[in-house]
T-cell receptor, first 116, second 115 residues
Framework: GAVVSQHPSRVICKSGTSVKIECRSLDFQATTMFWYRQFPKQSLMLMAT?????????EQGVEKDKFLINHASLTLSTLTVTSAHPEDSSFYICSAVGTGYIYEQYFGPGTRLTVT | GNSVTQMEGPVTLSEEAFLTINCTYTATGYPSLFWYVQYPGEGLQLLLK?????DKGSNKGFEATYRKETTSFHLEKGSVQVSDSAVYFCALSAGSGGSNYKLTFGKGTLLTVNP
């Protein structure tokens, strides 16, 4: 149980275009989802906290107009990277917390974004 | 604020060697502590956890004990295998209200096990 999926697993886009990444909780309802960014050989950096039905809370230094987050249902959150630039290339990982999973996050497999 | 400091790698061991990856933390209140593992090209998987002092988390031969007096949560395994090669992250979860779920990660330790 407690499976989280991400789609796509890899995406290549041209500079200036927008890319949407989906995060789904497959077998539980996720009241809270998190979006992380991971640079090569580095730790995860929390970008934002997404709560179903409300606006996302962004960490300091993360541009909310560039990284649009929508948590439209209890099983789906999306991250849209708008007007992508090569410096946005990274590994994006989401995680989800279910109603019964206090203090425990379940992670998706990640999405590798490459902006050319 | 909260922080996690873990042993920097990389760590290279031979198969069946003993593994220790040190992790210490700074947090207000009573955090929950976690070890996550990340295999190449994949997301994170929860390896083990402990939610209160003196708890021992264990899974797949790995163990870690929540030591409040030393603010530590060191990861150990008695006999590593080649398949244990991965990056290991120590993390804590602390806070109040909705931020209870927020995780603070250490920098990660790359473990390579050679046959």
């Amino acid at each position: 149980g407690a499976v989280v999926s991400q789609h796509p697993s890899r995406v290549i886009c041209k500079s200036g275009t927008s890319v949407k990444i989906e995060c789904r909780s497959l077998d539980f309802q996720a009241t809270t989802m998190f979006w992380y960014r991971q640079f090569p050989k580095q730790s995860l950096m929390l970008m934002a906290t997404s709560n179903e039905g409300s606006k996302a809370t962004y960490e300091q230094g993360v541009e909310k107009d560039k990284f649009l987050i929508n948590h439209a249902s209890l099983t789906l959150s999306t991250l849209t990277v708008t007007s992508a630039h090569p410096e946005d290339s990274s590994f994006y990982i989401c995680s989800a917390v279910g109603t019964g999973y206090i203090y425990e996050q379940y992670f998706g497999p990640g999405t590798r974004l490459t902006v050319t | 604020g909260n922080s996690v400091t873990q042993m920097e790698g990389p760590v290279t061991l031979s198969e069946e060697a003993f593994l220790t990856i040190n992790c210490t933390y700074t947090a207000t209140g009573y955090p929950s502590l976690f070890w996550y593992v990340q295999y190449p090209g994949e997301g994170l998987q929860l390896l083990l956890k402990a939610t209160k002092a003196d708890d021992k988390g264990s899974n797949k031969g790995f163990e870690a004990t929540y030591r409040k007096e030393t603010t530590s949560f060191h990861l150990e395994k008695g006999s590593v295998q080649v398949s244990d090669s991965a990056v290991y992250f120590c993390a804590l979860s602390a806070g109040s209200g909705g931020s209870n779920y927020k995780l603070t990660f250490g920098k990660g330790t790359l473990l390579t096990v050679n046959p």
